[in-house]
């Protein structure tokens, strides 16, 4: 995995400063990875406040602390396990980069969510802690 990390981490630095990008009309596949690189940093950051919230409600109870962190690790080699997979699958062209990036965001915008439904989302609450993630 961290091959692929480095891979693809690698392609952002290369020839055009990622600031010199226009996300909303990225039109090459290096484009297309810088953008989508800085979709997942985002959705890391929303997920890591959707966790500290949880964290901070569930703050007195150190059982629900313990276990919501490891089932975070192990979402976390999931993650890179099944994104792996995907980077694989399309070894044979330049969209690669561009497959995993979409699995890790997607993955990472469904953990949020769940996240959310599961530790912040009260039942029959109006309005939940934090709002619901997209």
């Given at each position: 995995m961290k091959k692929y990390i480095a891979i693809f981490i690698a392609t952002f630095s290369t020839f055009v400063l990622a600031d010199e990008v226009d996300c909303e009309n990225?039109?090459?596949t290096?484009?297309?990875?810088?953008?989508?690189?800085?979709?997942?940093?985002s959705a890391d950051a929303e997920l890591e406040k959707y966790l500290a919230k949880a964290k901070e409600k569930y703050s007195d109870e150190?059982?629900?602390?313990?276990?919501?962190?490891?089932?975070?690790?192990?979402?976390?080699?999931?993650?890179?396990?099944?994104?792996?997979?995907?980077?694989?699958m399309w070894s044979?062209?330049?969209i690669r980069g561009v497959m995993f990036g979409?699995?890790?965001?997607?993955?990472?915008?469904?953990r949020t969510h769940k996240i959310w439904e599961d530790f912040l989302a009260e039942m029959?609450?109006?309005?939940?802690?934090?709002?619901?993630?997209?």
């Open positions: 990225a039109m090459t290096y484009a297309m990875n810088i953008c989508a690189r800085r979709e997942i940093k150190a059982a629900i602390i313990q276990s919501l962190d490891k089932s975070q690790n192990a979402w976390l080699l999931y993650r890179e396990a099944h994104c792996d997979a995907i980077y694989e044979g062209g330049t979409g699995c890790m965001l997607q993955l990472t915008k469904q029959g609450s109006a309005s939940p802690l934090l709002p619901e993630p997209t």
